[in-house]
């Protein structure tokens, strides 16, 4: 039993001998509690206010589309298929069926039960509106269930919607 006790002990003595080298050792003198604040200049919140200079981006689709790998978009998709199925069957998992998605009503499926966001869209799923919805989906549609995080790169948006759009 006391050889338990004093290498116990042992073991205390030893971790408590670092936290004194650590302390005598440390140099707290470069460092700073709190967080640093970083100001922003007051001509980039102005320029920011200002829409005449604010110049959107322009996306060349066609191009983008015309360079799009079907096969990359297969990868992509694979993501999907935990919450969505890709055959004809249009069989309704957590999400609605993604067959023949491009240029469909949204909320078509009547087996599916959409958000009252995506029931009130109105919109057909054209290859730019499953562009941007990619993109974000929480935030080009609020209020939808899905809870997908999105494709920021446009290469792999335009990939899906071209895997997508083979799916006829």
Not at 17 to 34: C, L, M, P, R
Not at 113 to 122: E, Q, R, V, W
Request: hydrophobic share 35%; net charge positive.
């Amino acid at each position: 039993m006391n050889k338990y006790f004093l290498s116990l002990m042992s073991i205390l003595i030893l971790f408590q001998s670092f936290k004194v080298a650590d302390e005598i050792f440390s140099n707290k003198k470069d460092q700073k509690k709190g967080y640093i604040i970083l100001e922003q200049d007051k001509e980039e919140v102005t320029v920011a206010d200002d829409k005449s200079d604010v110049k959107e981006e322009k996306i060349d689709y066609e191009s983008l589309f015309s360079k799009a790998s079907l096969e990359g978009g297969k990868k992509i998709a694979k993501q999907c298929v935990a919450c969505h199925s890709f055959d004809n069957s249009l069989k309704v998992k957590v999400g609605p069926p993604l067959w023949g998605i491009v240029n469909r009503n949204a909320a078509s499926i009547s087996d599916f039960k959409y958000s009252d966001a995506l029931i009130n869209f109105k919109k057909a799923w054209s290859k730019e509106e499953l562009f941007y919805f990619l993109e974000k989906p929480k935030d080009y549609i609020k209020g939808t269930k899905m809870i997908y995080k999105g494709l920021k790169k446009p290469s792999d948006r335009a990939d899906l919607i071209s895997y997508l759009e083979s799916l006829k």
